[in-house]
């Protein structure tokens, strides 16, 4: 049987209903996610209400940076540890909401954490980073000329000190929302199959995926199709290769079935939160 751990990532743009509807159909499946969500919509009205229905004893909630701006990303790469007091801030803020202490970040974007970042995160008592996407090819990301992950193991490893590294699935592309999109059904069904075949041969299988909470919802506005322009061939940073955009899926309808049948492929298999796949791989 392999490990999975499924992590849905919010952002500013998120419905409330979207959200909502994502929640239900996990909990109606006990299919337990780590949500992880910028800090700083724990403050937006229209947001909080449905983000603390989230905290309902299935799922784990974590923290995905605190506004999840270029800057954050920025820092999370760059900064020293006096620039990076944001990490300290979201902390206090998901402690005031929620009324305990996150255990799981992962950085926007999948972007590069340094050695200060990591450092912090233990101080505040992270147990767990899903930042890594191993042997991802930047070309094909938002920043096509860095490569931080492309030599970091395929496992669940401690990346410093006891705060365990549970990488998304990745093989150049990560095993997340955008490739499905782009990928689309049968692409995403066979890209999945390889990370399962690659898990059964482990001795520690692991499979960790990305998804939106707008992936599970059939209904609603499709995203607008990306003008077509040559440019768009031209990596650029941020942002890499725009070009993607034209094949994407935009189709809410569709999107969600192939998210259902994603999770559908997974049956049988033994779903975890971050939190809960700690536990396994570090036994107290």
Known sequence: MIDITLTIDIHAMDRPEDIRYCNSWLKNKNIPATF?????LLDTPHLA?????LDNGLHEIG?????????????????????????????????DFFGYPPKSFRSPTWCYVNQQAFEILHELGYQIDAS??????GIFSPYPKQNPWLKTKRQPFFIYKNLLEIPTSCLIFPLGSPSFHTFRKWGSSLFLKTFIWEAQILHNPVINLMLHADDFVPTGPSQPKSPKRLSDLIPRTPGG???????????????SQITYGLINQLHGHSFNTLSSLYDKVCPK
């Open 49 to 53: 209400p449905c983000l603390k229905e």
């Open 63 to 95: 923290t995905h940076a605190h506004h999840h701006s270029d800057e954050e990303k920025y820092l999370l790469q760059k900064g020293s540890k006096d620039s990076l007091g944001f990490l300290v801030e979201s902390h206090k803020r998901f402690i």
């Open 36 to 40: 992880l969500i910028p800090t700083a």
């Open 241 to 255: 290769i725009l070009a993607k955009h034209w094949i994407r899926e935009t189709d809410r309808y569709k999107i």
């Open 132 to 137: 890594a996407t191993p042997q991802r090819l």
